[in-house]
């Protein structure tokens, strides 16, 4: 059974860089694709992005500017970076991977961390 | 980029009860492959959202079999045979068929 776990600080200051984390335990990193989901409160899911140890990812159109995401198979970790964060950047952030469809229809879920950009 | 709506934000429901929402992609998400590339999401407070249903119709593993969903092309719909409490929440449309991937806004069932 695939487990996640997102970390990362919990306040970020406009316009650095927020940086996570999403460890897997009952797996490898090196099966699945490993995708990062973001709800901001109240409001609705929206796909980050993906990336497989392989080196094949996408992220979306809006965010792809500033999203990096890596794959540690030292550590079997993947993580999320996002530059020049603003407010719009708050969000509950979600690590997410499935075993079905590649990149998508995400059976496993980490809990979540939320991240606030706030000076 | 494919916009999801389900128009109906809230379903009053009682427990017993069966219950339906629907969801609307902006273009058809039928696969050359037969395959509706839309998926089905139940997010209860606090938590992350659980997959129900994958690629339009399949019950993810561990799903209770009163939930079903049925639609193609454009038009989807997630039932529900007799509610639960354990069913009450927020449920999420999200195709799969092209990135950057869209969810819906969300039908919370009350």
């Known amino acids: 059974q695939v487990q996640l776990q997102e970390s990362g600080p919990g306040l970020v200051k406009p316009s650095e860089t927020l940086s996570l984390t999403c460890s897997v335990s009952g797996g490898s990193v090196r099966t699945f694709y490993w995708s990062w989901i973001r709800q901001p409160p109240g409001k609705d899911l929206e796909w980050i992005g993906y990336i497989h140890y392989s080196g094949s990812t996408d992220s979306s159109p809006s965010l792809k500017s500033r999203v990096n995401m890596l794959v540690d198979t030292s550590k079997n970790q993947v993580s999320l970076r996002l530059s020049s964060v603003t407010a719009a950047d708050t969000a509950m952030y979600y690590c997410a991977t499935s075993a079905i469809v590649p990149a998508a229809s995400f059976d496993y879920w980490g809990r979540g961390t939320l991240v606030s950009v706030s000076s | 980029d494919i916009v999801m709506t389900q128009s109906s934000l809230y379903l009053a429901v009682t427990p017993g009860e069966p219950a339906s929402i629907s969801c609307k992609s902006s273009q058809s998400l039928l696969h050359s492959n037969g395959y509706n590339y839309v998926d089905w999401f139940l997010q209860r407070p606090g938590q992350p959202p659980q997959l129900l249903i994958y690629?339009?119709?399949h019950r993810a593993s561990g799903v209770p079999d009163r939930f079903s969903g049925s639609g193609s092309g454009t038009d989807f719909t997630l039932k529900i045979s007799s509610v639960e409490s354990e069913d009450f929440g927020v449920y999420f449309c999200m195709q799969i068929l092209q990135t950057p991937l869209t969810f819906g806004g969300g039908t919370k069932v009350e």
């Open positions: 690629l339009g119709s």
